[in-house]
């Protein structure tokens, strides 16, 4: 067919509309495959999973907690609601560097404003980026924003870049040979792995022996942790929220006497409060003997609940919270996470009779 008064002919309009749906079906198609290849976090180590999953919170939480595994192992969120009407989130992730805390802080502000800010000081011993695996166990969850691009260049190693987290097909499309069933099975959705944030294990396997700290040959807290820590005071400060510095009771990894030192001293300095609750294990009331989970690394259930009781004890005592038993619509969202809660434990003892024997605590590798 040839133009005839101005008309197009049929290729001249299929063409276009042909490369428009080749483009699209090639977008579409690259989407999947990254949504294939990179790991889900849903068996073994499913830390990867847990930055993401606040984003699915609709509750308001007047309680924020940031760290690594001292807090997203050791207070259950759970516990605080019912216990003290508390709305709190743990946005704890796998060795979270202190930047990438005050990062998640900033990202949290995003959506809203919390009263209390609790900040684990375990991770301001690292004063560099440590490894690819735990960055992309905090960062690749955090959704896209300035405070995510910021994170990323604070936390790369020498041998990642920016790119490979913007398309994260590039770092994980040689994966082809690790994909399982849960690739597939959780390519569009994941199963939740925490409950606002609090990471639940039932099982017990008591306290043992931990090795002599080795001396070092310097106690100073690195530079860039601390100022980063600096960061978060102001942060605070500027949106009017309170901050509480905390040490988790768990013995290990050591917690130099220097360095509680340094962070006594600096939070005399700016005024905020320090609790290193290793002191309080008897107040606390932890039998280390049934109240851990992996030999005294981290509380199981019971240990976190009773360590949730003592920390929103000091929480509703000193500040002005409130008690969302008593607002309905948010005592609704909090009746569901609880339901998921027990359930969740119930299904932990039950494996754990079922097999008669503690589960492997201790994954030897990023599992999917």
Not at 150 to 178: C, G, K, V
Request: aromatic share 14%; hydrophobic share 40%; net charge negative.
């Amino acid at each position: 067919m040839s133009k005839e008064d101005g008309k197009l002919t049929i290729r001249e309009v299929l063409f276009p509309l042909l490369t428009l749906a080749a483009i699209f079906i090639t977008v579409a198609a690259l989407w999947f495959l990254q949504r294939l290849l990179v790991p889900k976090y849903q068996r073994g180590v499913v830390e990867g999973s847990m930055i993401e999953e606040y984003y699915d919170s609709e509750e308001p939480h007047e309680v924020l907690f940031l760290g690594d595994c001292e807090v997203y192992e050791n207070i259950s969120t759970v516990a605080l609601y019912r216990d003290y009407g508390i709305s709190s989130y743990i946005r704890g992730s796998a060795q979270q560097l202190t930047w990438q805390s005050y990062y998640l802080l900033e990202d949290t502000l995003r959506y809203e404003t919390p009263d209390v800010v609790v900040f684990s000081v375990l991770a301001l011993k690292y004063g560099e980026p440590q490894s690819e695996s735990y960055n992309r166990m905090t960062l690749d969850g955090m959704e896209w924003s300035l405070s995510k691009w910021n994170a990323i260049e604070a936390s790369m190693t020498e041998d990642e870049n920016m790119i490979d987290y913007i398309f994260p097909f590039l770092r994980y499309h040689s994966r082809w040979s690790e994909l399982t069933a849960t690739d597939f099975e959780h390519v569009f959705d994941k199963d939740r792995v925490t409950i606002n944030g609090y990471y639940m294990r039932t099982d017990v396997l008591p306290e043992g022996p931990f090795p002599d700290p080795m001396p070092l040959a310097d106690y100073t807290l690195p530079e860039t942790s601390m100022e980063y820590l600096s960061r978060i005071v102001d942060l605070c400060r500027e949106n009017d929220i309170e901050l509480v510095l905390i040490k988790a009771p768990t013995l290990y990894p050591h917690w130099y006497d220097q360095w509680d030192e340094q962070v006594r001293d600096f939070a005399a300095a700016n005024n905020v409060p320090y609790i290193n609750y290793i002191y309080l294990r008897d107040q606390i009331d932890l039998d280390m003997s049934v109240d851990t989970y992996d030999a005294g690394l981290h509380l199981n259930l019971s240990g976190a609940e009773k360590f949730a009781d003592y920390i929103g004890q000091y929480l509703v005592d000193n500040y002005d919270l409130t008690d969302y038993r008593e607002v309905p619509e948010v005592a609704q969202m909090w009746q569901d996470d609880i339901l998921f809660y027990d359930e969740l434990r119930d299904a932990q003892n039950a494996e754990l009779m079922q097999y008669g024997e503690l589960r492997s605590w201790g994954a030897n590798a990023i599992e999917n």
